[in-house]
């Protein structure tokens, strides 16, 4: 608080700490520099290549090919979005933290990157929300073949059967 009131009897003495000029120079030039960096990185929320890579399956299918199929649905299979959806669904939520991750870089009291790898988790974790609340309430139901397939194995949750897919999800910065 840059105004801190001292009671003193009827009147109230304000003290106002200031910086020098050189010191809001200083401040202002590193987040300029701050704001600099996050202009020219990304966080990418999902199965980064650089991190999924070609990790597969046991039955030969990458992770990346098991979720693009859940993610956009196949001939056979109704999509069931743990990217798109969530990130539209929450929207709101992530852009305002995103706002109060950049006035702490404004603060001084984050890197811009930590800011950013701050947001990659959070999305991160919205993503793999998802799974566990199917889909925000918004998938479809399973079919009833599917059911009775995940019935016999003790399963119910849709896009989860070893959770491979689910803990793949992840973010990098570029």
Do not use: C
Request: proline share 5%; no cysteine; hydrophobic share 40%.
């Amino acid at each position: 608080m840059p105004f801190a009131p001292l009671p003193t009897g009827l009147f109230f003495i304000y003290t106002i700490r200031m910086n020098t000029p050189e010191q809001t120079k200083d401040m202002m030039d590193n987040y300029l520099k701050q704001l600099e960096q996050a202009v020219d990185t990304s966080v990418k929320v999902g199965l980064p290549s650089d991190k999924v890579g070609q990790q597969v399956y046991g039955g030969g299918a990458t992770i990346m090919q098991i979720g693009a199929q859940h993610e956009y649905g196949t001939e056979k299979m109704t999509s069931r979005s743990f990217l798109r959806m969530p990130f539209d669904l929450k929207r709101d939520d992530i852009n305002r933290y995103i706002g109060q991750q950049f006035k702490a870089v404004l603060e001084g009291k984050r890197s811009a990157e930590d800011a950013m790898e701050l947001v990659g988790i959070m999305a991160t974790n919205i993503s793999k929300e998802a799974f566990r609340t199917n889909g925000y309430g918004q998938w479809a139901e399973l079919s009833p073949i599917t059911k009775a397939i995940k019935a016999e194995a003790g399963k119910t949750t849709p896009l989860v059967w070893s959770g491979i897919l689910r803990n793949a999800i992840t973010w990098s910065i570029e």
